[in-house]
């Protein structure tokens, strides 16, 4: 079986969020505030480019296995991608509230941090985590 490519780092987040280019810095730092906030943990580099909160084990049906964070963020050159629960059932009233933006399986795709609303983001992030810690 393959290896996870992306595994925890011991890489300074603060020299990472230091060298993304403007305007994208702005974002970055704001989410990466947020998600501490939310999360009640200090962020750690995932690979070279994301930025990851707490740390669990996943086991998938085929039998892969990997660890990978609760939630994590990485502030990609066309938009931030965060990463949330494992999808986005129950999330339709408010991914509706929450302003433009894209998903993926698990991934919300953000163009512009100013252009969403921060309460909807900050609900979206509190039940991500709390999916993800087995509290529904």
Not at 15 to 38: K, Q
Request: with cysteine.
């Amino acid at each position: 079986m393959a290896e996870n490519k992306t595994t925890r780092t011991g890489a300074s987040v603060e020299e990472f969020l230091a060298s993304v280019p403007p305007p994208r810095r702005a974002d970055a730092l704001a989410v990466n505030a947020l998600m501490t906030e939310v999360t009640g943990l200090e962020p750690a580099m995932w690979g070279p480019a994301i930025v990851g909160f707490g740390e669990r084990h996943l086991v998938y049906d085929s039998g892969r296995e990997l660890d990978w964070f609760e939630v994590g963020f990485s502030p990609r050159k066309q938009a931030t991608t965060l990463y949330l629960t494992e999808g986005f059932d129950g999330y339709d009233e408010l991914l509706g509230r929450l302003g433009p933006h894209s998903t993926g399986k698990s991934c919300l795709y953000l163009k512009r941090l100013s252009a969403v609303d921060s309460g909807v983001l900050t609900e979206l992030l509190r039940r991500s985590v709390r999916h993800v810690r087995g509290g529904g």
